[in-house]
Structures are given as structure tokens and as C-alpha cells.
């Protein structure tokens, strides 16, 4: 059965830098679509950047210029580095990956991780 593992969560200052990161673990067969989710105390889940199997990535607009997503394809990993943070990042951050555990398309599915808090503050 697949899993995502998260992993670089905690506590950081305000203007800090984190890094998050996440893998799968089980049998799979490929990738699609990765991304990294957040969802704030009393807000919905939001998403913050995803990224393609080529390497094509989108943020949200808050996120921009200061969070950069990445991810090793030969390792099935995907990066969120995140840099000048601010307060209002703290959020509990979810990982979510188009994965296929074969090669047929009836694999797919959609899979989230446990989730990793982060937290800004002084």
C-alpha cells in the first residue's frame, strides 16, 4: 500500500528557511503531478505549489518568490524549500502526488500525506 512520507516540519523564525520533503512508500510504478498543500487553524486547505514530472512548476501568489518547490524524479522525492518565512505560514503542510502503481491508468489515484506542521514565530 502506498504511503507519502513528509518530512522538515517544526519551528523557525520569522525571515528562517525550512526545507519539507516527501516520498512514497510501497510499489509504484510512476509519478505524475506533485505537490505541497496547506491548511491554516480555521481556514480551508489551500494549495501552495505543485510541480510536473518535467518540471513544471506553479505557486500560489503568496508563496511566490520566497517558497521554491523541486523534486528528484529518480528518488520519487519533492522538495518545498521555503525562505523568508512569515507568520502567516504557519500551517500544517500536506503533501499530494498523482501516483500510478502500475502501468496501467486504473492505478492512478490521488494520495495525501499525514501531514507536517510548521510554525512561525519568534
Known amino acids: 500500500q502506498v504511503q507519502l512520507v513528509e518530512s522538515g516540519g517544526g519551528l523557525v523564525q520569522p525571515g528562517g528557511s525550512l526545507r519539507l520533503s516527501c516520498a512514497p512508500s510501497?510499489?509504484?510504478?510512476?509519478?505524475?503531478?506533485m505537490g505541497w498543500y496547506r491548511q491554516a487553524p480555521g481556514k480551508q486547505r489551500e494549495l501552495v505549489a505543485r510541480i510536473s514530472s518535467g518540471g513544471t512548476a506553479n505557486y500560489a501568489d503568496s508563496v511566490k518568490g520566497r517558497f521554491t518547490i523541486s523534486r528528484d524524479n529518480a528518488k520519487n522525492t519533492v522538495y518545498l524549500q521555503m525562505n523568508s518565512v512569515k507568520f502567516e505560514d504557519t500551517a500544517v503542510y500536506y503533501c499530494n502526488a498523482d501516483i500510478w502503481t502500475t502501468r496501467w491508468k486504473t492505478s492512478a489515484n490521488i494520495y495525501w500525506g499525514q501531514g507536517t506542521q510548521v510554525t512561525v514565530s519568534s
Open positions: 510501497g510499489s509504484i510504478f510512476s509519478i505524475n503531478v
